[in-house]
């Protein structure tokens, strides 16, 4: 049985010219990441320029969600009041199918059930910016 507490508060993200398109994605539902026109990479986080080759030539895509954990920590311990009443829960790095890690949570898991290679899929979280913007936050459920 999953307990609900387990999912931490989440708030609005700081979002710069880099990153909007990402944060806007997550708020309508969407997972997008960066292809570099140039080499074909794939990246996350955003950034203006592509890491593997420097091009400046960088479209944004919607991902498909799907992943696996790649590593994991279960946080039995948090001061800060937005997750203090959520321990235990899950810190991962998420590999995604399309090739980046992504650092998240998995959500309504039992902590003794998550494991390595273990198959997820993005949920996200509605975190709405005090000017009104839909923005979201992603985290990760069992696929």
């Known amino acids: ?4 507490k387990t999912n931490p508060e ?7 010219w880099e ?11 969407e997972l997008v990441l960066q292809r ?3 080499c074909q990479a ?3 986080r955003p ?6 080759c420097l091009s400046d030539d960088i479209e944004y895509f919607v991902a498909s ?6 590593t994991y920590s279960v946080v039995r311990q948090n001061q800060m009041p937005a997750f203090s009443a959520a321990v235990p829960y899950i810190v991962s790095y998420v590999q995604l199918e399309e090739g980046p890690q992504l650092l998240t949570n998995i ?9 390595i290679g273990m198959a997820v899929q993005v949920d996200f979280v509605p975190t709405p910016a005090k000017n009104g913007d839909k923005l979201g936050v992603p985290r990760f459920i069992p696929a």
Not at 1 to 4: A, I, N
Not at 65 to 70: A, I, K, L, S
């Open 10 to 16: 989440y708030h609005a993200p700081a979002i710069d």
């Open 65 to 70: 969600g799907r992943g696996e954990v790649y």
């Open 19 to 29: 990153t909007r398109a990402y944060w806007e994605g997550c708020g309508r539902g």
């Open 107 to 115: 959500v309504d898991c039992d902590p003794d059930e998550v494991s």
């Open 47 to 52: 950034r203006g320029l592509c890491v593997t």
């Open 36 to 38: 570099c026109r140039a």
């Open 1 to 4: 049985m999953v307990d609900k």
């Open 42 to 44: 794939v990246q996350h």
